[in-house]
C-alpha cells in the first residue's frame, strides 16, 4: 500500500502569518491521465472531516482562497497563505490512486 | 446535500451489528460511496467503497467480516459488520467521492474529492 507521510506533526502559527504543511508518498500520486490523486482535508474537533484541496491542487467552491495545494508525484504541499483563528483543527493528506486509499497521520495546526 | 449515519452501538466483541447511510438530495446508485473510520484519538482509516456500478472493495483489516450494500429504494448506504474485534472501535463515517475514467482503456481511475461527509456514528467494541 501507499504510505502517506506528513511533516511536521503539529505547528503553532501566529493569525495573519503563513502556514505550511508537507506530504509525501512512496509512490507516485501523477496517473498517466495528468492527475495527482492527492486530497488534503480538515478536520475541527468534534466535526467530520471536510475536503479543502482535491487533485493535488484544486479548490471546492466555498473553501478560502487562502488555502492552496502544490506538487506534483511524490510531494506534496499544503499552504494557507494568512492563518486564521477559525483553521485550527487536524489537516490530512489522503492518496486515492491506489486502493486502500490511505491517510497521512495528520498535522495539528494551533493558533499562537 | 447531506448524509447521516446511524447505527452505532456498544457491542461486545465477535457481535455484529449494521450501520446505516442515508443520502439526502443525490442518489446513492449514482455515486461512489465510502466508508472510513477514526479510533478515539487517532487519524483517519479508510475502510470500504461501494461504487457506482455496485462494486465494492475492503480494506484488509475488515476484508472478510465487513460487507458494505445500498438500497436504492431508501438511498441508503449500509456496512454490515461481524465478528466485531476490540480494534474496530471508531467513529465511522460515511462520505460521497468522485472517480475519473481512464479514456485510454475505459476502467476507473481514482478515488477522489471526499466532499460530502456524515456527521458520523460510533462503535465501541467492549467486553
Known amino acids: 500500500e501507499i504510505v502517506m507521510t506528513q511533516s511536521p506533526v503539529s505547528l503553532s502559527v501566529t493569525p495573519g502569518e503563513p502556514a505550511s504543511i508537507s506530504c509525501k508518498s512512496n509512490q507516485t500520486l501523477l496517473h498517466r491521465n495528468g492527475n495527482n490523486y492527492l486530497d488534503w482535508y480538515l478536520q475541527k474537533s468534534g466535526q467530520s472531516p471536510h475536503l479543502l484541496i482535491y487533485l493535488g491542487s484544486q479548490r471546492p467552491s466555498g473553501v478560502p482562497d487562502r488555502f492552496g495545494g502544490s506538487g506534483s508525484g511524490t510531494e506534496f504541499t499544503l499552504k494557507i497563505s494568512r492563518v486564521e483563528a477559525d483553521d485550527v483543527g487536524i489537516y490530512y493528506c489522503m492518496q486515492g490512486l491506489q486502493t486502500p486509499c490511505t491517510f497521512g497521520q495528520g498535522t495539528k495546526l494551533e493558533i499562537k | 446535500v447531506h448524509l447521516v449515519e446511524s447505527g452505532g452501538d456498544f457491542v461486545q466483541p465477535g457481535e455484529s451489528l449494521t450501520l446505516s447511510c442515508v443520502a439526502s438530495e443525490f442518489s446513492v446508485s449514482d455515486n461512489s460511496m465510502t466508508w472510513v473510520r477514526q479510533p478515539p484519538g487517532k487519524g483517519l482509516e479508510w475502510v470500504s467503497f461501494?461504487?457506482?456500478?455496485?462494486?465494492?472493495d475492503y480494506a484488509d483489516s475488515v476484508k472478510g467480516r465487513f460487507t458494505v450494500s445500498r438500497d436504492t429504494s431508501r438511498n441508503t448506504i449500509y456496512l454490515h459488520m461481524t465478528g466485531l474485534r476490540l480494534d474496530d472501535t471508531s467513529i465511522y463515517y460515511c462520505?460521497?467521492?468522485?472517480?475519473?475514467?481512464?479514456?485510454?482503456?475505459?476502467?476507473?481511475?481514482?478515488?477522489?474529492?471526499?466532499?460530502?461527509w456524515g456527521q458520523g456514528t460510533s462503535v465501541t467494541v467492549s467486553s
Open positions: 461501494i461504487y457506482s456500478d455496485g462494486n465494492t
Open positions: 462520505a460521497r467521492l468522485f472517480r475519473d475514467v481512464d479514456l485510454m482503456n475505459g476502467h476507473y481511475v481514482g478515488n477522489y474529492a471526499l466532499g460530502v
